[in-house]
């Protein structure tokens, strides 16, 4: 996983968002486990703190659960209930801009590009 931060949020946010589009690509699969605490801060040179935050975060929207002396694990149904809630966020926030530009732009549905599943 390559990872680039950026200083505009808190590193365990940027840690946390990675983790929620890996599960979203399929990368993390349902039933597999994060990589530790001390894998990803050696990997990353960050303090393990931090991964915990992010991991603590997963945790508290119950995306992953921890397994005694096993590690976090993605939650059946994890996919999604993210899919899910990454949708609502993109159609409360980003796509009202999205449709303010086009406006603005006076684009018409005819000039907007069409999107086929062979070029995602």
């Known amino acids: 996983m390559t ?3 950026n200083g505009d949020a808190p590193i365990y946010i940027q840690l946390y968002q ?4 890996r599960i979203l690509d399929g990368n993390i699969k349902e039933g597999e486990a994060l990589p530790s605490v001390r894998k990803v801060a050696a990997e990353y040179q960050l303090n393990p703190v931090t991964i915990s935050k992010a ?3 997963l945790q508290d929207e119950k995306y992953v659960e ?6 976090l694990f993605v939650k ?12 609502a966020v993109f159609l409360s926030t980003e796509w009202p801009q999205i449709l303010q530009q086009i406006s603005r732009l006076k684009l018409s549905v ?3 590009p069409r999107i086929s599943k062979e070029s995602q």
């Open 18 to 21: 990675q983790v929620i589009k």
């Open 55 to 57: 991991y603590q975060m």
């Open 66 to 71: 921890k397994q005694r002396g096993k590690g």
């Open 3 to 5: 990872i680039h931060w």
């Open 76 to 87: 059946a149904g994890a996919a999604h209930n993210i899919l899910e809630k990454e949708r």
């Open 110 to 112: 005819e000039e907007l």
